[in-house]
């Protein structure tokens, strides 16, 4: 007799339709907060309006242009015009959103928000050598260093079995920057210079290349810090076993008595470690042997 059916609901239907929509199907807890900072920001500066703006955004030849903070907050900033904030808005998070949940699964959560802060200076710096005249503000910087992280990361991939990882990147940083020019479509709209958007996309994906390139040299340097840390354990557990042949020593030429507590503590921790060391290499051993088994013959 056949199971019950599972009754389709809009919400699962919803979840599916995001799922074919957003790479990987689900963002990480780095990508929500930065979406979240982003739509909260842009709420914010609905009701404050100019002020909040000048505190967020780089240059525009305000006084002070080159506050440290305004390096990172310029991509809170959305376009004065609410519309036009909130079409800018609109499509920076969704092409960032497309991608950035399977790029932070790839380089986890600790290197992706370096990746996403490296590209934030990028854009920053690609935005203000431009033209220091108009203001650099918007997230159009991190969104296009996501994509080419994507690129980058999975040129194997076909996304929707059919399309090239690459090709698809290429696609989505197409409309991320063709849409600036559609909502930025004049040369001068509220003191605004498209083209600034497309030095900061160009800035921030310079930055995130760079990031690749040095990524082999930070691995390295990882392995060689690995490397002295499991040299310097090494050490500390030979001093730990001469120390416990010793005490062994002391055992069989007087008694258990003759140790004193402190002597007594360093034993049971001794035990205990040596006891951790040999489970963590049987609990290898066993998956090496599992993982071996697995493969057909």
């Given amino acids: 007799m056949a199971g019950p059916s599972k009754k389709s609901t809009p919400f699962r239907g919803m979840k599916k339709a995001l799922e074919i929509v957003f790479v990987g199907g689900g963002w990480t807890a780095a990508v929500s907060v930065l979406v979240a900072a982003q739509v909260l920001a842009f709420f914010l500066q609905a009701l404050a309006g100019e002020q909040l703006f000048a505190s967020l955004a780089l240059g525009g030849g305000r006084p002070g242009p080159l506050d440290p903070w305004r390096w990172i907050s310029f991509v809170l900033a959305t376009d004065r015009d609410t519309g036009l904030g909130g079409l800018q808005l609109v499509t920076n998070v969704l092409v960032f959103g497309i991608v950035a949940g399977e790029v932070s699964h790839l380089l ?169 060391t040999r489970d963590r290499g049987e609990g290898g051993d066993r998956s090496k042997a599992k993982s071996e088994n697995s493969f057909p013959t």
Avoid: C
């Fill in 108 to 276: 986890g959560p600790r290197r992706f928000l370096a990746y996403y802060f490296l590209t934030v200076l990028g854009a920053a710096a690609g935005g203000f050598l431009y033209d220091m005249s108009f203001p650099v503000y918007g997230a159009i910087g991190p969104a296009a260093g996501a994509v080419l992280a994507f690129g980058l990361l999975e040129p194997t991939r076909r996304i929707y079995g059919r399309i090239p990882a690459r090709v698809y990147a290429a696609f989505l940083l197409a409309i991320l920057v063709g849409a600036h020019f559609a909502i930025f479509h004049r040369e001068s709209v509220q003191g605004v210079n498209v083209w600034s958007f497309v030095s900061q996309a160009t800035g921030a994906a310079g930055a995130g290349y760079l990031f690749f390139l040095l990524r082999p040299v930070f691995r390295r340097r990882s392995l060689v810090r690995n490397m002295f840390r499991q040299l310097r354990t090494m050490q500390e557990e030979q001093a730990i076993r001469e120390r416990v042949d010793r005490l062994l020593e002391k055992i069989s030429r007087e008694s258990l008595e003759s140790l004193s507590k402190e002597e007594r503590r360093f034993l049971r921790r001794a035990s205990r470690r040596f006891q951790e």
